[in-house]
């Protein structure tokens, strides 16, 4: 079975402070993991995936097996990262993307 | 990037009658589109992943006569929640992917049943 652990509800840090936003993961599997971004009042959009590698907005997220975990960090928090943020997981070739609980993260001034 | 519109945004029924969401890929040909459903402040629980001319997968303790699934080309699919009931309501959200492609949501569409 698929399942995605945010322990985080809610994570408020100042602007300029850095941020990291849990995610561990339970999966048999080679999973595929990846973050999404809503923003108020918006649809649900895709930040980075763990298999490009990429630092999309200043956030990297990097894969850790070991741990099974995929947190998301950025080093200088700016106040338009303020949204909600899930985590999700797809088993390798398998369809259905599964999410965490979501955490909403709110940057401070 | 691709877009998926969802319709309605946003639908009020009376308890007992049946409603019709549809999800259309709007510049891209939806193999697969997934069917969540998102209580208040939790997350999108998936109900059901549909591919384009077969019946939906729908998971565990979901009904599948309570929510109907069609795709029936790979632009549009759509859920009809049948016999609504105030539990029913909910907001519900739909993705598409073409083949193993980015998942695309929709702007979800929020239920209410009187």
């Known amino acids: 079975a698929q399942r995605v652990t945010q322990p985080e509800k809610l994570l408020s840090v100042f602007k300029g402070a850095p941020v990291e936003l849990k995610c561990n993961y339970s999966?048999?599997?080679?999973?595929?993991l990846f973050w999404y971004v809503q923003y108020s009042r918006q649809r649900l959009q895709l930040l980075l995936r763990?298999?490009s590698r990429e630092s999309i907005k200043g956030f990297t997220a990097d894969l850790n097996k070991g741990e099974t975990s995929f947190h998301l960090k950025k080093p200088f928090a700016q106040e338009e990262d303020s949204a909600m943020y899930y985590c999700?997981?797809?088993?390798?070739?398998?369809?259905?993307?599964?999410f965490g609980q979501g955490t909403r993260l709110t940057i401070n001034p | 990037g691709a877009v998926v519109s969802q319709h309605p945004s946003w639908v009020i029924c009376k308890s007992g009658t049946s409603v019709k969401i549809e999800c259309r890929s709007l510049?891209?040909?939806?193999?697969?589109m997934f069917w969540y459903r998102q209580f208040p402040k939790q997350s999108l629980m998936l109900m059901a992943t549909?591919?384009?001319?077969?019946?939906?997968?729908?998971e565990q303790g979901v009904e599948k006569d309570k929510f109907l699934i069609n795709h029936a080309s790979l632009t549009l699919s759509t859920l009809t929640v049948t016999s609504a009931h105030p539990e029913d309501s909910s907001f519900y959200i739909c993705?598409?992917?073409?083949?193993?492609?980015?998942?695309?949501f929709g702007e979800g569409s929020r239920l209410t049943v009187l």
């Open positions: 763990h298999i």
């Open positions: 999966y048999s599997g080679s999973p595929e």
């Open positions: 999700a997981l797809s088993g390798r070739g398998a369809q259905k993307l599964v």
């Open positions: 510049d891209f040909q939806a193999t697969t």
């Open positions: 993705g598409g992917r073409e083949a193993v492609g980015e998942l695309f």
């Open positions: 549909s591919n384009e001319g077969s019946k939906a997968t729908y």
